[in-house]
């Protein structure tokens, strides 16, 4: 492993920083997009309960719903309480734009490192082979062993490039259907909600 490292030559040193700084982001990811974390059902579902009789005010909702995403929409919606219907769902939809922004937080990342890592590698193995055609050429001939073992060696940098490269575009593009996923059911519980609060 460390000599296919160190082979791979000085290109290999930033590939393996975004192989980190992905793997970061994926856990960091997978922890936050979790849906209890945005959409605790527990929220609208005991706020709806006529037999919790729970007042619909900022501390009900806070102490349901904690932090969450969530949470913060209603809260948003509940401040325009007495300014009707339609104060409530543009505040609401402000607040979703901020809502958004966090769930998309460094997915943008995950897709930069997707797309630099090959080219890390390509470029390792470009600057492999013209250092090995270097020595064949001042050595002169007879050296196709010591030419394939460059060839091999500046292919690591293109191999590793695409071993960081395939998982982060996967998991880019699986937060991204899940926040999809997550914004469609905030939207239909925000909405509930203000429909709830229209009626009180």
Same mark, same amino acid.
């Given at each position: 492993?460390?000599?296919?490292?160190?082979?791979?030559?000085?290109?290999?040193?930033?590939?393996?920083?975004?192989?980190?700084?992905?793997?970061?982001?994926?856990?960091?990811?997978?922890?936050?997009?979790?849906?209890?974390?945005?959409?605790?059902?527990?929220?609208?579902?005991?706020?709806?309960?006529?037999?919790?009789?729970?007042?619909?005010?900022?501390?009900?909702?806070?102490?349901?719903?904690?932090?969450?995403?969530?949470?913060?929409?209603?809260?948003?919606?509940?401040?325009?309480?007495?300014?009707?219907?339609? #104060?409530?769902?543009?505040? /609401?939809?402000?607040?979703?734009? %901020?809502?958004? =922004?966090?769930?998309? &937080?460094?997915?943008?990342? +995950?897709?930069?490192?997707?797309?630099?890592?090959?080219?890390?590698?390509?470029?390792?193995?470009?600057?492999?082979?013209?250092?090995?055609?270097?020595?064949?050429?001042?050595?002169?001939?007879?050296?196709?062993?010591?030419?394939?073992?460059?060839?091999?060696?500046?292919?690591?940098?293109?191999? #590793?490039?695409?071993?960081? /490269?395939?998982?982060?575009?996967? %998991?880019?593009? =699986?937060?991204?259907? &899940?926040?999809?996923?997550? +914004?469609?059911?905030?939207?239909?519980?925000?909405?509930?909600?203000?429909?709830?609060?229209?009626?009180?």
């Amino acid at each position: 492993m460390f000599e296919l490292i160190g082979a791979g030559g000085w290109l290999m040193l930033p590939i393996i920083i975004c192989s980190i700084i992905s793997l970061t982001i994926v856990i960091e990811r997978s922890w936050v997009l979790r849906r209890e974390n945005i959409l605790p059902r527990k929220l609208l579902k005991e706020l709806n309960n006529p037999a919790t009789s729970i007042i619909l005010d900022r501390n009900s909702i806070v102490k349901l719903g904690g932090d969450s995403l969530l949470g913060f929409l209603f809260i948003s919606a509940l401040e325009k309480k007495n300014d009707g219907y339609d #104060a409530m769902r543009i505040s /609401a939809e402000n607040a979703a734009s %901020f809502v958004e =922004h966090e769930l998309l &937080r460094n997915l943008g990342t +995950l897709g930069t490192i997707a797309a630099i890592a090959p080219l890390l590698g390509l470029l390792g193995t470009v600057i492999g082979m013209i250092t090995v055609f270097s020595v064949v050429e001042a050595a002169g001939g007879g050296f196709t062993s010591a030419l394939a073992g460059g060839i091999s060696q500046a292919l690591i940098t293109t191999a #590793a490039g695409l071993v960081v /490269a395939i998982p982060t575009l996967f %998991f880019q593009r =699986h937060f991204e259907r &899940r926040v999809d996923e997550l +914004l469609v059911f905030l939207a239909g519980d925000c909405e509930r909600f203000i429909e709830l609060l229209s009626k009180k």
